[in-house]
């Protein structure tokens, strides 16, 4: 009786290489007076991968920015951050918070802004992130490096994205005086003290 040989096609031997595992995304949702100039800051961080404009530390029904900025809410202007924690820790984004994209030792404003809803805060959006603010901020508070108290506040609250005119705004508005005046000047600083985290 004659064998049958079956032939298995070479290519059916290789193994096929194995697709690259996607990046486990966190976010950060941060508070330090206009979102556009903090959402200005950090699209220029490596391992950023978004950043949206919105608002937090208040209900649904009032989160628009006419309420908002008339200071009846209880939210503040906030960003949320997309990140990639492999190219930037969330420690790392709260000494840029505090290095470049706001002044954490200014109560209820910055700059030009003033306000409960142009507050600095960080919230937290696990119990991780909690403590690593909790230890940051006391750090930051003994640290000297400041002649004015920390105000940063550590809060809960959810997240609601702003309306569509608000997102990009530095991006999409390069020359507003605003940004010129206010925003523009925090990405220089970005650069200048963060260069290994800038991006053009």
């Excluded at 800051?41 to 950043?51: A, K, L, Q, T, Y």
Aim: aromatic share 12%; glycine share 8%; net charge positive.
């Amino acid at each position: 009786m004659t064998k049958v040989k079956y032939l298995i096609p070479f290519a059916l031997l290789l193994t096929a290489p194995a697709a690259a595992a996607a990046p486990q995304l966190e976010t950060a949702v941060l508070a330090g007076g206009c979102f556009w100039g903090m959402e200005a800051v950090f699209e220029h961080v490596h391992g950023v991968r978004s950043v949206v404009s919105g608002y937090a530390g208040g209900s649904r029904d009032d989160a628009n920015y006419e309420d908002v900025s008339a200071e009846r809410t209880g939210h503040a202007e906030v960003v949320r951050i997309t990140y990639d924690p492999a190219r930037v820790r969330f420690v790392d984004l709260l000494k840029i918070y505090v290095g470049a994209a706001h002044d954490p030792t200014q109560l209820n404003r910055q700059g030009p802004d003033s306000g409960a809803s142009y507050r600095s805060a960080i919230f937290p959006q696990n119990a991780t992130q909690r403590r690593a603010a909790q230890v940051f901020l006391a750090e930051l508070g003994k640290s000297g490096r400041y002649t004015r108290p920390v105000v940063t506040r550590i809060e809960t609250g959810a997240f609601y994205e702003a309306e569509a005119s608000h997102q990009d705004f530095a991006r999409r508005n390069p020359y507003h005086p605003y940004i010129v005046a206010h925003d523009r000047p925090k990405v220089a600083k970005l650069k200048r003290s963060f260069p290994a985290f800038y991006r053009g």
